[in-house]
C-alpha cells in the first residue's frame, strides 16, 4: 500500500465534512522558519560590516582597506552563521530522533500508562472520560498514531524536516552576504573613506527601516515600530564603533 493510500485509510472523516474541507481555504502563513533564517541573516549581515566599515573609516582608512576588510568579515561572517544555523537545525532534528525512540520504547514497555498521560493530555482540554476514551483507545489500536499524538501534544515537539538543516545554513548564509554587502557597496565608488562612511550611514539605515518593517509585517508586530528600532539598533551600533576607533586613535 503507498503512502497515499495509506494516509487516505488512516485519516476518513464524514462526507459532509469532506465537502467543507473542499470548499474551505484557510490563508495561515506557513515559512516560519525560512523567514526566520532570513531575518537573522539579514540583520546580522547589515549591522555587523555597517559596525565594521564605520569603526575602520573613524580609524581614517582608505576605502580599499574598509572594502577588502568588509569582503573578507561578509565571507567568514556567512561561513560562521550559515554552520550556526545548521547545527542548531542538526540539533533539533537529533533531539527529536531521541525523544521519538523513548517515547517508542515506552509506548511498548508501560502502554497502560502512556494510554492514561494520553487521557491526561485530553482532559486538560475540559474532555470528559466518557468522550476521550473512545479516542484512547483507537490510538491504542494505532501505535503510529500514538507515537504521533505523544510527541506533539505531550513533548511539545514537531517533526523537523529531514533537508531543514542545510536549508537553514545556505539560506542564513546568504541572508547574510545579501545584508552584508550594503554597507561595502559606497566603498565601491569612494575613494576617501570618510566621505564613504556617510554614505554607507545612509543607505545601511533606509535598508534597516525597511528591513525593519518588513520583519514586523512578517511577524505580526507593528510593522513601523519595528522599523525604527531596527534602524536606531544599527545606528547604534556603527556610532560605538566609529567613536571607539576614534578614541582609540586618538
Not at 51 to 74: K, P, R
Not at 96 to 108: C, G, S, T, W
Request: glycine share 8%; aromatic share 10%.
Amino acid at each position: 500500500m503507498s503512502s497515499e493510500e495509506d494516509k487516505i485509510t488512516r485519516i476518513s472523516i464524514e462526507p459532509e465534512k469532506q465537502s467543507l474541507l473542499d470548499h474551505h481555504t484557510e490563508k495561515h502563513f506557513t515559512a516560519g522558519e525560512i523567514v526566520r533564517d532570513i531575518i537573522l541573516g539579514v540583520s546580522d549581515g547589515l549591522t555587523v560590516p555597517f559596525a565594521l566599515a564605520a569603526g575602520l573609516s573613524g580609524a581614517n582608512a582608505s576605502s580599499s582597506i574598509v572594502l577588502t576588510a568588509g569582503i573578507a568579515e561578509v565571507a567568514a561572517g556567512a561561513i560562521s552563521m550559515g554552520l550556526g544555523g545548521y547545527l542548531a537545525a542538526k540539533s533539533e532534528a537529533d533531539h527529536y530522533a531521541r525523544e521519538m525512540k523513548r517515547e517508542q520504547e515506552e509506548i511498548v514497555a508501560v502502554p497502560e500508562t502512556e494510554a492514561a498521560e494520553v487521557a491526561e493530555i485530553l482532559a486538560q482540554y475540559g474532555i470528559e472520560p466518557h468522550e476521550y476514551s473512545p479516542v484512547v483507545n483507537a490510538l491504542r489500536k494505532n501505535p503510529q498514531a500514538w507515537l504521533d499524538f505523544m510527541m506533539r501534544f505531550e513533548l511539545g515537539l514537531e517533526k523537523p524536516d529531514p533537508r531543514r538543516a542545510f536549508q537553514s545554513a545556505f539560506t542564513i548564509a546568504i541572508a547574510y552576504v545579501l545584508g552584508g554587502f550594503v554597507p561595502l557597496f559606497p566603498y565601491m565608488f569612494i575613494p576617501q573613506a570618510l566621505d564613504a562612511v556617510l554614505a554607507s550611514v545612509v543607505i545601511t539605515l533606509i535598508a534597516l527601516f525597511i528591513f525593519g518593517y518588513g520583519k514586523g509585517h512578517f511577524t505580526g508586530s507593528r510593522p513601523i515600530r519595528s522599523a525604527f528600532e531596527t534602524a536606531f539598533i544599527g545606528a547604534i551600533a556603527s556610532a560605538a564603533a566609529f567613536c571607539l576607533a576614534k578614541v582609540v586613535q586618538h
